[in-house]
């Protein structure tokens, strides 16, 4: 165990990938990311929800690409060269999530995460762990896994 290591198992901080969206920022558990990819177009599925663009060939795995802009009901926004796939792994199946922007990987200790305030929002209340603030940086902290898993998702939850 490396001295990082012994320091997060001490101070009960994890550690979350933080990505873009429109103009507010989102972190999910860094344990349940596979790979980070370059957006490719996906091969498009007749009657899929809105925001599911298709699957992917990811080496002979059939891989679903949501679109976390449609899902959150962010303005449009084009693809471009910072557009990435964030390949996930949740429970054995593997799903991509289409971000404006990867950012960086952050240690967030408890004394820095607040509850989610209880408001209406497009994203299931349970799927939002809290609010991580670090400074002026404020990041909304996802349960990938229960936004994944919800059944407006059009995914099939009992695989996931």
């Keep these: 165990m490396g001295a990082t290591e012994k320091s997060n198992a001490t101070s009960g901080a994890r550690e979350y990938l933080t990505f873009r969206l429109d103009r507010e920022e989102y972190g999910i558990d860094i344990l349940k990311v596979q790979e980070i990819r370059g957006y490719e177009s996906p091969t498009r599925i007749a009657n899929a929800p809105h925001f599911i663009k298709g699957v992917v060939n990811l080496r002979g795995t059939i891989v679903p690409i949501v679109d976390m802009r449609l899902r959150f009901q962010c303005e ?18 593997i799903v991509g999530i289409v971000v404006d922007s990867v950012s960086d990987v952050m240690e967030i ?51 996931l």
């Design 76 to 93: 449009q926004a084009t693809y471009d060269a910072f557009t990435v796939v964030i390949v996930l792994n949740l429970h054995q199946r």
């Design 109 to 159: 200790a408890p004394e820095n995460m607040r509850p989610a305030p209880d408001v209406e929002s497009v994203i299931d209340s349970d799927a939002v762990v809290g609010l991580g603030s670090m400074g002026e940086r404020m990041l909304i902290l996802l349960d990938i896994e229960k936004l994944m898993s919800a059944d407006d998702m059009g995914l099939n939850s009992d695989l």
